[in-house]
């Protein structure tokens, strides 16, 4: 389309969206992902153009409109988790595809390490916590080691350690998306060799069935956490139109929100380990819904959902 029917077409739209005649978190939340589309498609086919500065502007001040404190504090909070976060999510696909890629090929270098590799599970896991699986799968107990803590300090200590790593992956970010994609290959290969361990002792179905009813949501957030520093780096690394600085002061907000917004699902994967996975030997059904139910979840909120909101708005 040239960019002068493409501006033609949208540009009443555009000036009604300037004057912000509304209040409604839900309608801005709409308006704005209205304009990142029209934004995506300007910086495709006019990268250089007034058009797309024009749009890269109104986004900016949509977004500033979203995130401004309003009298309704309670709908903001709901609003953010509700329309904010799922449209950052479809924003930032490309980033959350990376980070999903870069972990998954990192945990089978994982696998393949632990399987050629005798000495490889103790140089990653340690010699003291496989000496103690070993000696818990001797007395029929592979996975004792989540019963050894109390459940209260348990999830705490564990809500601490995995909001602390999700805080240092987005950080790390700032150094040109290296310190993302190497945490992402830190923890991609010791979940790798971690799983691959208890295969290799006969317990890979039981391992699945008790790990992942945290580890869902544990490693789904990892992976989010890793996203949110691909799109720190994004900024610096690609400013499009914005200066350098704009961009990264752009990105630094986005991926923030993106970081802190699941702190919620790292807390209940705690919750999970700390209180749950402890019942090793709970009715099948009950793993099963669980673990299946934290996926569905993700998969819904992070990909299906946000994509429905776009769909929405561009039907509007």
Request: hydrophobic residues 45%; aromatic residues 16%.
């Amino acid at each position: 389309m040239r960019e002068a029917l493409f501006v033609k077409q949208n540009s009443g739209k555009w000036k009604s969206y300037e004057k912000l005649q509304t209040n409604n978190p839900d309608e801005i939340a709409e308006r704005f992902i209205d304009i990142t589309n029209d934004l995506a498609y300007a910086k495709t086919f006019y990268p250089k153009s007034k058009t797309t500065a024009y749009l890269n502007g109104l986004a900016s001040i949509l977004h500033q409109s979203i995130y401004k404190n309003k009298k309704e504090d309670a709908n903001r909070f709901i609003a953010f988790w509700k329309y904010e976060l799922p449209v950052l999510f479809y924003t930032y696909r490309r980033q959350l595809l990376y980070s999903f890629i870069f972990f998954v090929l990192s945990a089978a270098i994982g696998v393949l390490s632990a399987k050629y590799d005798d000495a490889f599970v103790r140089l990653i896991m340690g010699d003291s916590y496989v000496n103690m699986t070993n000696e818990n799968i001797a007395k029929g107990d592979p996975f004792g080691v989540y019963k050894q803590q109390g459940p209260v300090m348990m999830f705490i200590q564990i809500a601490a350690n995995n909001i602390y790593v999700s805080l240092l992956m987005f950080t790390s970010g700032i150094f040109v998306c290296i310190g993302p994609v190497f945490m992402l290959l830190r923890n991609g290969i010791m979940l790798g060799s971690f799983q691959y361990y208890f295969f290799s002792k006969g317990l890979g179905a039981a391992s699945v069935l008790v790990i992942w009813i945290h580890g869902t949501l544990e490693i789904a957030s990892i992976i989010i956490a890793g996203a949110a520093g691909l799109v720190l780096g994004h900024g610096l690394l690609f400013p499009k139109t914005y200066t350098r600085l704009q961009a990264f002061r752009n990105s630094a907000k986005d991926g923030t929100k993106i970081a802190l917004g699941i702190v919620p699902i790292f807390i209940v994967a705690a919750f999970f380990e700390g209180f749950v996975t402890r019942y090793t030997n709970m009715p099948l059904w009950l793993s099963i819904s669980i673990l299946g139910g934290s996926l569905l979840f993700i998969v819904w909120y992070v990909v299906i959902y946000p994509s429905q909101l776009n769909k929405r708005n561009q039907n509007n």
